[in-house]
């Protein structure tokens, strides 16, 4: 951990400061911390980060259009070693302290962490995440996002998009730089995605994530799967289309789970 991430950042008084920020932060609980890695470990990242098609999963549907890789035996060494460094007692630790949330945790399967890439006209659309670990049963608590897009114009898009709690107003946009970090609650408002990218030829929007979380708390939400909600500018078609996709996806899964089926 101590040769990948940039751990002067994280001394007794910056870490108040953190918590301080975070939990006053809106629309909901978030902090943005910047060089969260060496600089030469960032760069290296960029230079190495996978193609991709060596990602195991694609999505391209209604609501996104991005790949997603937890296959980490198939990227350069260096990206199991930034997944360690995000999962180490030593870190969580530092997560719980800046969030406030004791006792966090992650896992090493890809609902605990992985890489997301997009190239032009990736979008993933506002939503909410799942809320138990479908395997473990376990509670999702927080996201953390690590942004590895080098020289990125505003012009390509690509913020993430923190939105309020009844989806009618987006409060905050979070560019996506180079050796960013986001942190952020996740939970039953923390609604968030980006809008479709316009990049050029051989450029994508790179990021790792880890997610964090507890035991599962008595006052958890029902199990629900990522939830995808419309714009106020979306089509009347989308508006239309998503919440009869995500309901009858949500019911089929819940249905399923109590049958002891589950589905990463």
Same mark, same amino acid.
Not at 28 to 49: C, G, M, P, R, T
Not at 136 to 148: E, K, M, P, Q, S
Not at 201 to 216: D, M
């Given at each position: 951990?101590? $040769?990948l991430?940039?751990?002067?950042?994280?001394?007794?008084a910056?870490?108040?400061?953190?918590?301080?920020e975070? *939990?006053?932060a809106?629309?909901?609980?978030?902090?943005?911390?910047? *060089?969260?890695?060496?600089?030469?470990i960032? %760069?290296?990242?960029?230079?190495?980060?996978?193609?991709?098609?060596?990602?195991?999963?694609?999505y391209?549907?209604?609501?996104?259009?991005?790949?997603e890789?937890?296959?980490f %035996?198939?990227?350069?060494? &260096?990206?199991?070693?930034?997944?360690?460094? +995000? $999962?180490?007692?030593?870190?969580?630790?530092?997560?719980?302290?800046i969030t #406030?949330?004791?006792?966090?945790?992650?896992?090493?399967?890809?609902? !605990? #962490?992985g890489?997301?890439?997009? #190239?032009? !006209?990736?979008f &993933?659309?506002i939503?909410?995440d799942? *809320?138990?670990?479908?395997?473990?049963?376990? $509670?999702?608590r927080? *996201?953390? &996002?690590?942004?590895?897009?080098?020289?990125?114009?505003?012009?390509? !898009?690509g913020?993430?998009?923190?939105?309020?709690?009844?989806?009618?107003?987006?409060?905050?946009?979070? +560019?996506?730089?180079?050796?960013?970090?986001?942190?952020?609650?996740?939970?039953?408002?923390? =609604?968030?995605? /980006?809008?479709?990218?316009?990049?050029p030829?051989?450029?994508?929007?790179?990021? +790792? /994530?880890? =997610? =964090?979380?507890?035991? &599962?708390?008595? @006052?958890?939400?029902? /199990? $629900? @799967?990522?939830?995808?909600?419309?714009?106020?500018t @979306?089509?009347?078609l989308?508006?239309?289309?998503t919440?009869l996709?995500? #309901?009858a996806?949500?019911f089929?899964?819940?249905?399923?789970?109590?049958?002891?089926?589950?589905?990463?």
């Amino acid at each position: 951990m101590n $040769h990948l991430l940039n751990l002067n950042l994280f001394d007794e008084a910056s870490l108040t400061q953190m918590s301080k920020e975070f *939990n006053e932060a809106k629309p909901y609980k978030h902090l943005i911390i910047d *060089n969260i890695l060496l600089l030469e470990i960032a %760069e290296e990242v960029f230079v190495s980060f996978p193609k991709e098609e060596v990602f195991n999963k694609r999505y391209k549907g209604v609501n996104e259009f991005k790949a997603e890789g937890s296959n980490f %035996e198939d990227f350069p060494e &260096l990206f199991s070693k930034i997944r360690e460094a +995000f $999962h180490t007692k030593e870190w969580c630790e530092i997560m719980s302290k800046i969030t #406030g949330i004791p006792a966090l945790f992650s896992v090493p399967d890809a609902l !605990g #962490g992985g890489l997301h890439q997009g #190239g032009n !006209g990736s979008f &993933l659309d506002i939503h909410i995440d799942f *809320n138990i670990h479908a395997d473990r049963g376990i $509670h999702r608590r927080v *996201n953390l &996002l690590v942004f590895f897009n080098k020289d990125w114009k505003e012009a390509y !898009g690509g913020h993430t998009e923190l939105w309020n709690a009844d989806m009618t107003n987006l409060d905050k946009k979070v +560019f996506p730089s180079f050796n960013r970090c986001l942190i952020f609650e996740t939970n039953e408002i923390s =609604y968030h995605g /980006y809008a479709a990218i316009k990049v050029p030829e051989g450029v994508t929007r790179k990021s +790792f /994530y880890a =997610y =964090y979380y507890t035991a &599962l708390r008595e @006052d958890a939400a029902k /199990y $629900h @799967d990522t939830v995808f909600k419309a714009r106020p500018t @979306d089509s009347p078609l989308k508006k239309a289309m998503t919440p009869l996709k995500e #309901g009858a996806k949500n019911f089929i899964k819940r249905q399923l789970r109590n049958l002891g089926i589950t589905f990463k």
